[in-house]
């Protein structure tokens, strides 16, 4: 169940082209229109924009007479008037009716010859480019001492996460690579007693194994002891696999469940986390903002080119879900930077820089709402299923990451 080897098998590695998009529900428009035949017409960039006519799929649609009765509303089709829809059309699940209805307003093929500034402008046509722009890449290299630089890379560290970590904690990196094929065998709390135990459990060695470690050491550590503890008290299989007689909630596990840690991994968590002035818990920090790594280290945060550290179930719908989050925050970062310099321009009076950023501001924004939101409901470009089905989500992840009472055991040996 390692990461290694299953970048070529992601379906998240696609890239928005105009005429085609990785986002929507089933509909048999997914590809560029094919070249026009003699008997098609083909209709220009300016056609559209000077009719108010709208792209989807390399096809040019008149939706004017169909505002009144579209049931999203006519300010949604306003809005998208003039200019390629594709995006915004695959975020929404259209029905096979809307889908008949959307061929009756059939105009003819768009002809992409000419459409170089198309690309490039909105409706009220405004420069905007639909893409991501892989986030702001520093060029800082190693750990410094201030791991976290809000104008360099938003909310995401200013260096990529910590990979590795030295012993004694190398091997619960080790062991990360396995919980996904142990947790669905229900046997990584039994793997985790016999490969886990020599972990230090005392404060002092507690102490001693962690003084050295750099803040982005840490911040790796305790992603790590949060996936494994919370692994560790969801291992049990599930009862139907055990033809078990018992009453078992929603989830499919046994009521009123006691969740317990022993010394040995409650102890460095507690100490960790105080160490870091957070909470033993999986967070944000340890489930999103420290859990990626990019495939090619010299190339921007993209779907293609990340992958996650860590996971619980090694399901794709995984992946994609913690990923649209991470590439949110990257491109994010543009946001908080156009802030910062939208404060400074403020206070050296400077006019002309405060209205570029502000402008710079608006683009930003633009970006994450209509770009980067949509990437959660993007499907596969091969059978395109939901790349994060919300069944999938539900049952199979979101029993490991939401909020449960967990009894550890402390420097006493008794349980808290």
């Known amino acids: 169940?390692?990461?290694?080897?299953?970048?070529p098998r992601f379906r998240g590695d696609v890239e928005v082209r105009v005429g085609y998009s990785a986002m929507g529900n089933a509909c048999p428009h997914r590809t560029p229109a094919p070249a026009a035949k003699p008997n098609v017409v083909t209709v220009t960039a300016q056609e559209v924009r000077e009719n108010g006519w709208l792209i989807i799929f390399g096809k040019v649609y008149n939706v004017k007479e169909y505002l009144r009765k579209h049931p999203g509303g006519a300010d949604i089709l306003l809005g998208v008037l003039g200019r390629d829809a594709t995006v915004e059309f695959e975020t929404m699940r259209h029905s096979q009716l809307?889908?008949?209805?959307?061929?009756?307003?059939?105009?003819?093929?768009?002809?992409s010859s000419g459409d170089a500034e198309m690309k490039e402008k909105s409706a009220h046509g405004n420069p905007k480019k639909l893409g991501l722009t892989g986030g702001r890449l520093t060029q800082k290299e190693g750990l410094q001492e201030k791991l976290w630089d809000v104008g360099e890379?938003?909310?995401l560290p200013a260096v990529d996460p910590v990979k590795e970590l030295p012993p004694p904690w190398d091997e619960l990196v080790k062991i990360m690579d396995f919980v996904p094929s142990y947790s669905v065998q229900g046997r990584f709390r039994e793997i985790a007693d016999s490969e886990l135990q020599d972990l230090?459990?005392?404060?002092?060695?507690?102490?001693?194994?962690?003084?050295?470690?750099?803040?982005?050491?840490l911040e790796c550590l305790h992603s790590v002891l949060g996936y494994v503890c919370l692994a560790y008290i969801h291992s049990p299989p599930d009862v139907y696999e055990q033809?078990?007689?018992?009453?078992?909630?929603?989830?499919?596990?046994?009521?009123?469940?006691e969740f317990r840690l022993?010394?040995?991994?409650?102890?460095?968590?507690?100490?960790?986390?105080?160490?870091?002035?957070?909470?033993?818990?999986?967070?944000y920090a340890g489930c999103v903002l420290n859990n990626w790594e990019r495939i090619d280290p010299e190339r921007p945060l993209k779907p293609s080119n990340l992958r996650l550290l860590r996971r619980f179930t090694g399901l794709v719908d995984e992946e994609w879900f913690f990923k649209t989050h991470i590439i949110i925050e990257a491109e994010g970062s543009h946001v908080v930077s156009s802030l910062v310099a939208i404060s400074n321009a403020v206070q050296s009076n400077d006019e002309m820089n405060l209205l570029e950023e502000l402008r710079s501001l608006e683009e930003n924004l633009w970006r994450l709402s209509s770009v980067c939101l949509p990437i959660m409901f993007a499907r596969s470009p091969q059978d395109h299923s939901l790349?994060?089905?919300?069944?999938?989500f539900f049952f199979r992840l979101r029993a490991y990451i939401k909020s449960v009472d967990v009894k550890m055991m402390g420097e006493d040996d008794e349980f808290e």
């Open 153 to 155: 890379r938003g909310f």
């Open 243 to 257: 033809d078990a007689d018992e009453t078992v909630n929603i989830m499919g596990r046994l009521a009123n469940t």
């Open 262 to 283: 022993p010394k040995w991994l409650s102890m460095p968590w507690l100490l960790v986390s105080q160490s870091l002035g957070r909470r033993p818990m999986l967070d």
């Open 98 to 111: 809307a889908l008949n209805q959307l061929e009756r307003l059939l105009v003819g093929v768009y002809d």
């Open 387 to 392: 790349l994060c089905e919300p069944f999938l």
């Open 200 to 217: 230090p459990s005392s404060r002092q060695g507690i102490e001693k194994a962690i003084k050295d470690l750099s803040e982005g050491e």
């Open 1 to 7: 169940s390692s990461l290694k080897g299953l970048e």
